[in-house]
């Protein structure tokens, strides 16, 4: 009964340097998304997955971002050659939904990964 | 389209008095919408949802929010506050016939004191 996990909790890189964060969503939850939230800001969407497919990548802000998922499960979130701009706190969500019909269940997020970039 | 408002960045209420959360959304179908908390360096909680049925949906730690379609609101509400209570509040909402990705509010801090 293990919740969504993220690692590392804390990053600290410097500008310039690529970025791996890692998300290990609900086992059996289909739908994984990606948020950032900077300091006093709300939620900013950046990808959803369903299964190992992204159908919308349309929050990625830059071409510096990418997202991956394996097996149904694990995700990463790279960033290439971070800007000081990128610094926020990465939040992991994962949620149960069908392909087809609705879908109205909530999402379980993570403890988020903060990231600095000096 | 859907989109989600939250007027108040902050709400203040004394221990052991009633708290409102406001929230007013946007949509081309039917809401589903959605309650979360955040306590300080932590992810967000789901607190309620509505789906359907009825307008007062009651969930964890003794919150309740009433759905208005008329005023297209979600108000999260709480009979009597704690300190404990004190954290950031999101509001989310779906359209039925959308997408599968929740449009978040910007949040509302909510401060209770003792």
């Known amino acids: 009964g293990a919740g969504v996990s993220q690692s590392p909790s804390n990053k600290v890189t410097e500008k310039g340097k690529d970025v791996e964060l890692r998300c290990d969503p609900i086992?059996?939850?289909?739908?994984l998304y990606w948020y950032r939230q900077s300091l006093g800001q709300g939620l900013e969407f950046l990808i959803y997955?369903?299964?190992?497919?992204?159908?919308?990548k349309s929050g990625l802000p830059s071409d510096r971002f990418s997202a991956e998922r394996t097996g149904g499960s694990v995700s990463t979130l790279t960033i290439q050659r971070t800007q000081q701009e990128d610094s926020a706190v990465y939040l992991c969500?994962?949620?149960?939904?069908?392909?087809?019909?609705?879908?109205?269940?909530?999402?379980?997020f993570g403890p988020g990964t903060r990231l600095t970039v000096l | 389209a859907q989109s989600v408002a939250q007027p108040e960045d902050q709400v203040n209420v004394a221990e052991g008095n009633p708290l409102t959360v406001k929230c007013t959304y946007s949509?081309?179908?039917?809401?589903?919408l959605f309650w979360y908390v955040q306590y300080p360096n932590r992810g967000l909680q789901f607190l309620l949802k509505?789906?359907?049925?009825?307008?007062l949906v009651k969930g964890s730690y003794g919150f309740e929010a009433e759905f208005n379609k008329s005023q297209t609101s979600f108000h999260l509400k709480k009979p009597s506050a704690l300190v404990s209570d004190s954290a950031l509040y999101f509001c989310?909402?779906?359209?039925?016939?959308?997408?599968?990705?929740?449009?978040f509010g910007r949040g509302t801090s909510l401060i209770v004191h003792p």
């Open positions: 969500a994962s949620s149960r939904i069908k392909l087809a019909g609705f879908s109205y269940n909530e999402q379980f």
């Open positions: 086992s059996g939850h289909t739908a």
């Open positions: 997955f369903q299964g190992n497919s992204a159908p919308d």
């Open positions: 949509v081309s179908g039917n809401p589903y």
């Open positions: 509505y789906i359907t049925g009825d307008n």
């Open positions: 989310a909402v779906r359209d039925e016939g959308g997408s599968y990705i929740p449009t």
